[in-house]
């Protein structure tokens, strides 16, 4: 990644190189309740060997992550009375056009106003002394008497509430609101769900509880202490039960688990996940999966083989060799419509090479999340397995290693050969997410697919351009970028198409190469798609994804797991 200067425990294992699972256990039970209960695995609760090639770099500092016993949560879609439930804490969702009040003070909205009458008008007055509107980011739990509920919860949804991102945020809120009060039983309404379609109150549902499986995670593997979640049951009130929402719901459960797999990859750090480990976490999705998934792990005389030349100059430097990893979906029985490859960039850690990050605003001590690609990839891998979508194919494509420095590292002015033959000449090394991608496109395009979509922590001028939320999107398909488009805003995501100028492609030639891998710092993210563009086939869909700005949440200072909605979603709209 090139620098421009200007938020349920689990356990990684790396010597013991364990099971990166986050499995969930289903159970049903009849409606008018729809009753959804799973545990959360650890990150590598199996133990198992870690290839033999494999430099056990993972004990330096004496890093070994503390094993965490899983908690259970269950889910339960009921159509009851809010002022009959009984348990912790009630939280409605409010907007603001919900929290208007009648000329006596009192609410208009019929659930609110409900709650209110039973609280002797309580609710209004507290609302009113703490200044609550129903604002996004608003939110006030207050212990009142009078219901079966020992709490009352106002969550903000602001003007309106109609995105994934909005439900989801709302079900991170109410986690958030359960922990601080060590709350074990949580109930969930809308103020305003009557206008909802029967189709609104499946996705509303499923992103709560999305939302609320993520906000509850808490990854706990590296510190000494940690305090347990208490949340045991949350149901959602007032959005239907049913076959259709039991559908839903487990897509949810199926989406956070690879949600929760990727932020632990990203936030785990370079001395416990080296490529080699990376890999060993990828052959255990397939593993768990093997109905449907399956691994191939190509060593560095494989890559070799390959004439992965631009690959592997930027591991040659490391201690640590690379692992190519190469997963497979296919359905278990139908035809295949689509063949598809997610590809993402496996960078375990990125010093900069000779070219190394120096001064402020370099971010070297994150450069372990510079492999953010290659987790929403895995991440999605393991979505995809337990989802098992019909009718695509889908090729989930690493090209994992480090960049350091040594003697036999790659140097500002070398020549390196991708394996479609084409000649790069290095005038930066700390431009290597390209390199290591150049040989995964050819590699992917070699798949026979139809479309790829590769991701990438690649330049910070796209974090310039964009900040810390939205991620830019390079294709040279309209067709692409529009099912993309769609599918990040159903996973509540957020994207914005940057042109692909071809004239911005005079500033990559070389004088003795095919060409250089930086062209200066003007139109940065935009030269490193067209760079990329050169080891894509020509008769192939294909999308850039740089989101080197949302991988990690810096006041949270975590990973956010961005990319695996996005990559689900699309990989499901085109089975169909």
């Known amino acids: ?16 190189a364990p099971s990166s699972s986050t499995s969930f256990l289903t159970k049903l039970r009849s409606s008018p309740s729809l009753r959804l209960s799973f545990a959360v695995t650890p ?68 659930i609110l106003k409900k709650l209110d009458s039973h609280l002797g008008g309580l609710l209004a007055e507290v609302s009113s002394e703490e200044d609550f509107s129903g604002k996004v980011g608003q939110s006030t739990i207050v ?38 009060a060590q709350a074990s039983d949580v109930a969930i309404v809308l103020a305003s769900s009557e206008d909802l379609s029967a189709e609104s109150k499946l996705t509303t549902a499923s992103a709560i509880v999305s939302g609320t499986v993520l906000g509850s995670h808490e990854d706990t593997r590296y510190r000494s202490e940690s305090k347990k979640s208490n949340l045991k049951s949350v149901d959602i009130l007032g959005l239907g039960s049913g076959p259709e929402l039991e559908k839903k719901l487990k897509y949810a459960e199926d989406l956070s688990s690879g949600i929760i797999f990727g932020k632990e990859l990203v936030n785990s750090p ?7 480990v990376l890999a060993e976490e990828a052959s255990k999705i397939a593993a768990e999966c093997s109905d449907v998934l399956s691994a191939k792990i190509l060593d560095v005389e494989q890559c070799k083989e390959l004439k992965m030349g631009s690959y592997l100059a930027v591991a040659a430097a490391s201690a640590n060799p690379a692992h190519f990893i190469h997963l497979t979906y296919k359905p278990s029985s ?16 990125d010093s900069g090479g000779y070219n190394i990050k120096t ?86 395009s070699n798949q026979g697919v139809d479309k790829i979509v590769d991701l990438a922590t690649l330049t910070g001028a796209c974090v310039v351009a964009l900040g810390p939320s939205i991620a830019g999107i390079f294709t040279p398909s309209d067709e692409l970028a529009k099912e993309v488009v769609a599918a990040s805003e159903a996973g509540g995501e957020k ?25 200066g710092r003007p139109g940065g993210s935009i030269t490193a798609a067209l760079f990329l563009k050169q080891f894509v086939d020509e008769k192939v869909q294909w999308m850039h994804i740089d989101m080197a700005g949302p991988v990690w949440n810096d006041k949270k200072r975590t990973a956010t797991g961005f990319g695996i909605s996005t990559l689900v979603e699309w990989v499901v709209k085109n089975s169909s």
């Open 1 to 16: 990644m090139v620098a421009i200067v200007v938020s349920l425990a689990s356990t990684l294992f790396t010597v013991a």
């Open 43 to 110: 990150l590598g609760s199996r133990r198992g060997k870690l290839m033999a090639h494999t430099i056990a770099r993972a004990t330096l500092g004496l890093t070994q992550p503390s094993p965490i016993e899983s908690p259970k949560i269950s889910f339960a879609a009921k159509e009851i009375d809010v002022t009959e439930w009984k348990g912790d804490i009630l939280a409605v969702g409010v907007t603001e056009k919900d929290f208007k009040k009648d000329d006596n003070s009192k609410f208009e909205n019929p």
């Open 143 to 180: 212990r009142l008497p009078g219901l079966g509920s020992k709490r009352v919860g106002l969550i903000g949804l602001g003007q309106s509430a109609s995105t994934t991102a909005a439900f989801r945020g709302l079900g991170e809120a109410v986690a958030a609101a359960a922990k601080a």
């Open 270 to 276: 370079a001395n416990v996940l080296t490529p080699g």
């Open 334 to 349: 139908g035809p295949v419509k689509a063949k598809l490859a997610l590809v993402g960039k496996g960078l375990t850690f």
């Open 359 to 444: 001064g402020p605003g370099c971010s070297i001590e994150l450069m372990k999340f510079d492999m953010g690609g290659s987790a929403a990839v895995l991440g999605a891998a393991k979505a995809i397995g337990q989802i098992k979508p019909p009718g695509v194919e889908v090729h989930f494509i690493v090209a994992a290693c480090e960049n350091m420095i040594s003697g036999t590292g790659m140097r500002p002015g070398d020549i390196v050969t991708a394996s479609n033959g084409k000649t790069i000449e290095v005038n930066n090394t700390d431009a290597e997410g390209r390199l290591t991608l150049a040989d995964a496109l050819v590699y992917a």
């Open 495 to 519: 994207l914005w198409r940057l042109p692909m100028e071809d004239s911005y492609w005079e500033s990559m030639k070389s004088g003795i190469a095919d060409m250089v891998n930086t062209g």
